[in-house]
């Protein structure tokens, strides 16, 4: 984890979802995309072991309190857009969990503008959820999986913005 965080820092790649302790793992990263600043926050909810310590590295583990207080952040720090990309759900679903659409829920009601998930290597449904999309799990785009057609499927998003708003 520190060797891929030090080589995409190195290059200049933003990240987020992973720190060197919990709290540099729940930081945003902040893209300046035209005058629209877009944070984007990374969690995980499927390997507890890899969670972030309080002076360990790991993931930041998705929770309806993390993301009141990063979304408040990453706000703070100047987002204009704020995008939730949670590691979550059941390998090989077609639907969400239960517990998928809470967290999903809890983002857009921490302030998120829209949850963009996966981990299922299918994908999954999506919804609107007070006016804000979310994609449950968009699939395989590049993957080894060649067993399953639904394996070999995936989603990609075309989305159009009018400065910070989602416009299509």
């Known amino acids: 984890m520190l060797q891929t965080m030090?080589?995409?820092?190195?290059?200049?790649?933003?990240?987020?979802?992973l720190g060197k302790n919990r709290k540099e793992?729940?930081?945003?990263?902040?893209?300046?995309?035209?005058?629209v600043t877009v944070g984007i926050l990374g969690y995980d909810t499927v390997?507890?072991?890899?969670?972030?310590?309080?002076?360990?590295?790991?993931?930041?583990?998705?929770?309806?309190?993390?993301?009141?207080?990063?979304?408040k952040a990453a706000r703070k720090a100047g987002a204009d857009v704020v995008i939730?990309?949670?590691?979550?759900?059941?390998?090989?679903?077609?639907?969400?969990?239960?517990?998928?659409?809470?967290?999903?829920q809890a983002a857009i009601d921490a302030g998120a503008d829209l949850v963009i998930?996966?981990?299922?290597?299918?994908?999954?449904?999506?919804?609107?959820?007070?006016?804000k999309p979310i994609w449950y799990a968009l699939g395989n785009?590049?993957?080894?999986?060649?067993?399953?057609?639904?394996?070999?499927e995936g989603l990609t998003l075309e989305l159009t913005f009018d400065g910070a708003e989602l416009a299509q």
């Open 6 to 17: 030090d080589n995409m820092d190195e290059y200049g790649i933003a990240h987020s979802g």
């Open 25 to 35: 793992a729940h930081k945003a990263a902040l893209l300046e995309v035209g005058d």
């Open 47 to 71: 390997a507890r072991y890899y969670r972030a310590g309080p002076s360990t590295p790991g993931s930041a583990w998705m929770t309806a309190k993390a993301l009141r207080a990063d979304v």
């Open 84 to 104: 939730v990309f949670p590691h979550w759900g059941v390998e090989y679903r077609a639907a969400p969990s239960p517990a998928q659409r809470r967290m999903g």
């Open 117 to 131: 998930g996966n981990h299922p290597h299918w994908a999954e449904g999506m919804e609107v959820y007070k006016g």
């Open 141 to 152: 785009f590049v993957f080894d999986q060649t067993w399953s057609e639904y394996t070999m």
